[in-house]
C-alpha cells in the first residue's frame, strides 16, 4: 500500500497546496575574495561561502529539548572556500575575521598549499563544531592542498600569533590508487578562550587523504546531535569523503568508489579525540584518532576500518535528519552530486553500497557514462583491493533523485529536515536546493523514510519552493543572485560559472541550518548569506 502511495505521487502533478514561496530577507554579506572582472569561473565569484554554523554555547543534556533555540547562542561561524573563517554576531551582524587558511604565495593565511583557485570545492572546505565545544573550544576543519606546491605543508602562525604550532607534525597521507594531484586534510584545532573573537591555541593534523583529481574533495563532517555524554555516539564523526573524479574514469581508478582499502567515494566514522571510547574502539594507524568497533569493515582483512558506507560519487553534504517527536526515525542523510544524469538524497547505512561507480541514482552506469536498466540480477562484487571478490552485495538506492534535464538541475547541494518554527509549513519536511540553477525543493520526510525500502523505483516526491526577496517571488535563486552579484560589482553578464541546465552561469545555492533550526540559504556567486525567515 504503501509503495501504491509513492507511486502515486510521482504520477500527481505538483499541486498549489503542495507548493511553498518562502520567504528569505539578506543576512550577512561577505567580504569579496574572489575576482569582479568576470573572466573567471570559481575565482569569478564573490565569496566562497560554504557553511554556515551556529557556535554551540552549553553541553548537550537529555533535558534540553533539540531545536530549542538557545537565549545565549549568539555567533555565527561562517567560512569562504577562498581562504576565511569569519565570526558574526547575531545580534548586531558584525562580521569579524577569526582564522584565514590561505597562505598560498604571499598571501597572509595559514597554510602554504592550499589550492583553491580551481575545482568547485577546493579550498577551505568545511568546518564543524566539537559537540562538547562549549567546555573544550575544539572544532574540525577540512581543506585542500597540492603536494607539488614548492613551499611548507606546516601552519604559518605569523599573522595569527595566537596559534601555538610548536607540536604540529603533518600524517602520511592515506594512499588512493591511481594517479594523484591533491590531498584533503582534517585538522583539529582547540581555542582556549572562546569568548573572544581571536584564535589562541594548538592545532592538530588528524587525517590527510590523496585525491586523483581536482573534483570532489573530503567534504562535510557531522555528529549526531542527539547523542549525550556517555552515550556510543557523543562525539563520533562522519565524514563524507567525494571519489575525486576517480569513478567517471576510463581506467582503473574507475572503481575507487567500490574498493574498500580507499577512502574515497565513502563516508568515514572516526573518533577525532584519541581519549573519547578508548574502551570501544581501536586506535587508528596514524595513531592520530580512534576507530569504533562497530564500524562494518573492522574486521574485514585489507579493508579501511573508517569506512562506514560506500560507493558514492560525492556525498559532500551530510547530516543527522532528526524527527523530535520519534528519535527512531533519526537517520543520517547524504546528498551525493551524480555524474550526467541522477542528483540523489541517500539515508545512510552502516555498511551499505550505494553503488557507484556501477550505479546512478537508481540506474545502471554503463561504461560510457550513460545509464541504463539495472541488472537482472542486481547485485554487485564485492572490492577490496584491484580485484573483485566472489561476494556480492545488493546496493543501497537513493530516496529522492531528480534528472539533469529542464525544470531539474546539475548538482545536488544540502538539505535539512526542518526542525524551526519560522516555516510551519515546513515541518516534517526535507528542504535541499540545486547547486547550479539554485531550485529549491522540499520532501515529505515520512515519504522518505519509506522510500528507504530496498525497491529502486520508490522515492520520495518532491515540491517546488519558490522565492520571495525584496518584494518578489522567484522560481530559484539564480536570479537573486544574479541581481546582487551585479550589485556588488561582478563584470560577468550573467553569473560566474556554467551548468548543463542552468547554462551559463551557477547560483551556486546551498543551505545551512542554526541551532534553533532555522535555515540559512546562501551563494557563493554573490556571497550573501540570507535567513529564511516565513513562508506565503
Ligand atoms: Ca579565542
Ligand atoms: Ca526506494
Not at 509503495?3 to 518562502?22: C, K
Not at 522560481?475 to 556588488?488: I, K, L, N, Q
Request: aromatic fraction near 8%; glycine fraction near 10%; include cysteine.
Amino acid at each position: 500500500m504503501r509503495g501504491l502511495l509513492l507511486a502515486l505521487a510521482w504520477l500527481w502533478p505538483v499541486s498549489a497546496a503542495a507548493q511553498l514561496t518562502v520567504e528569505i530577507k539578506d543576512y550577512v554579506a561577505l567580504p569579496v575574495t574572489g575576482t569582479l572582472d568576470g573572466t573567471g569561473q570559481t575565482d569569478g565569484m564573490l565569496a566562497r561561502v560554504n557553511t554556515v554554523r551556529e557556535e554551540p554555547v552549553g553541553v548537550p543534556n537529555a533535558a534540553a529539548a533539540l531545536g530549542a533555540p538557545s537565549k545565549f547562542a549568539r555567533r555565527l561561524f561562517v567560512n569562504d572556500l577562498n581562504g576565511p573563517l569569519y565570526i558574526v554576531d547575531k545580534e548586531t551582524k558584525k562580521l569579524t575575521p577569526y582564522l584565514d587558511f590561505n597562505g598560498r604565495d604571499d598571501r597572509p593565511g595559514i597554510f602554504h598549499r592550499l589550492i583553491f583557485e580551481s575545482g568547485y570545492g577546493n579550498g577551505f572546505a568545511h568546518f564543524q563544531f566539537d559537540p562538547d565545544y562549549a567546555r573544550n573550544g575544539k572544532f574540525y576543519t577540512v581543506h585542500i592542498e597540492n603536494p607539488a606546491i614548492a613551499a611548507s605543508n606546516l601552519p604559518d602562525n605569523t599573522h595569527v600569533r595566537g596559534l601555538n604550532v610548536s607540536g604540529y607534525t603533518t600524517t602520511a597521507p592515506v594512499a588512493t590508487p591511481g594517479p594523484l594531484l591533491h590531498e584533503a586534510v582534517l585538522v583539529e584545532w582547540t581555542d582556549t578562550n572562546i569568548s573572544n573573537t581571536t584564535f589562541e591555541g594548538t592545532a592538530r593534523e588528524i587525517l590527510r587523504v590523496q585525491l586523483n583529481a581536482r573534483i570532489h574533495p573530503m567534504g562535510e563532517i557531522t555528529f549526531n546531535p542527539a547523542a549525550r555524554p556517555g552515550d556510543p555516539e557523543w562525539r563520533v564523526a562522519y565524514i563524507g569523503c567525494g571519489d575525486s573524479g576517480s569513478g567517471e574514469a576510463r581506467g582503473d581508478i574507475r572503481q575507487n568508489p567500490q574498493r574498500l582499502d580507499t577512502l574515497v567515494g565513502k563516508i568515514l566514522r572516526i573518533i577525532p579525540d584519541p581519549a573519547e571510547h578508548a574502551a570501544t574502539s581501536a586506535m587508528s594507524d596514524n595513531g592520530r584518532y580512534r576507530i569504533p568497533n562497530d564500524n562494518p569493515f573492522v574486521s574485514t582483512p585489507d579493508a579501511r576500518k573508517e569506512i562506514w558506507a560506500y560507493g558514492l560519487r560525492n556525498p559532500h553534504r551530510l547530516n543527522w535528519a532528526i524527527d523530535v517527536a520519534n528519535p527512531a526515525n533519526n537517520r543520517l542523510i547524504a546528498t551525493s552530486i551524480g555524474l550526467h544524469t541522477w542528483e540523489t538524497v541517500n539515508i545512510v547505512h552502516k555498511g551499505a553500497n550505494y553503488g557507484y561507480s556501477q550505479r546512478e541514482g537508481n540506474e545502471a552506469l554503463k561504461p560510457d557514462n550513460n545509464t541504463g536498466p539495472l541488472p537482472e540480477i542486481d547485485k554487485i562484487p564485492v572490492q577490496i583491493g584491484s580485484t573483485v571478490t566472489d561476494q556480492v552485495v545488493v546496493p543501497t538506492y537513493p530516496v529522492i533523485e531528480y534528472g539533469h534535464v529542464p525544470g531539474g538541475g546539475d548538482a545536488i547541494g544540502s538539505g535539512y529536515l526542518y526542525t524551526g518554527k519560522a516555516i510551519p509549513a515546513l515541518r516534517g519536511k526535507y528542504i535541499f536546493t540545486d547547486i547550479s540553477t539554485g531550485r529549491v525543493w522540499y520532501a515529505d520526510y515520512k515519504e522518505m523514510l519509506a522510500a528507504d525500502d530496498g525497491d529502486p523505483k520508490t522515492m520520495a516526491a518532491i515540491h517546488d519552493v519558490k522565492i520571495l526577496w525584496n518584494g518578489r517571488v522567484y522560481d530559484s535563486m539564480f536570479p537573486v543572485a544574479e541581481a546582487t552579484y551585479h550589485a556588488r560589482g561582478g563584470k560577468d553578464p550573467d553569473l560566474p560559472g556554467r551548468g548543463t541546465i542552468s547554462g551559463a552561469g551557477r547560483a551556486d545555492a546551498r543551505l545551512s541550518t542554526d541551532a534553533a533550526g532555522e535555515l540559512y540559504i546562501y551563494s557563493k556567486t554573490d556571497g550573501i548569506v540570507r535567513a529564511l525567515v516565513g513562508a506565503k
